[in-house]
């Protein structure tokens, strides 16, 4: 299992949820899982290209994470990060 940080713009989806598991050897597979026990979240994560969306940040543990292909270990984290705007 991965434990997954959700972003508080996403809470929505998660019943409220800051923190939850989630299992995959891999970003997208974990993705995958959130989106089976949370309808909807990988599409606000990821875009029908499979690309992390402009304004979400992914990080294993402290390593920013571009490519969502990307190998998860056991008991690795991930962060989902929503990027702040503003003038």
């Given at each position: 299992m991965t434990t997954?940080?959700?972003?508080?713009?996403?809470?929505?989806?998660?019943g409220g949820a800051s923190r939850?598991?989630?299992k995959g050897?891999?970003?997208v597979?974990?993705?995958?899982?959130l989106d089976r026990q949370f309808?909807?979240?990988?599409?606000?994560?990821?875009d029908e290209q499979a690309r992390v969306r402009?304004?979400?940040r992914l990080f294993v543990g402290r390593d920013a994470a571009r490519d969502i292909r990307a190998p998860l270990?056991?008991?690795d984290e991930l962060l989902i990060f929503g990027a702040l705007s503003g003038g």
């Open positions: 997954v940080l959700v972003p508080s713009q996403l809470h929505a989806y998660t939850v598991e989630a050897a891999s970003i597979a974990v993705l995958d899982d309808p909807g979240l990988k599409f606000r994560i990821v402009p304004h979400m270990a056991p008991g």
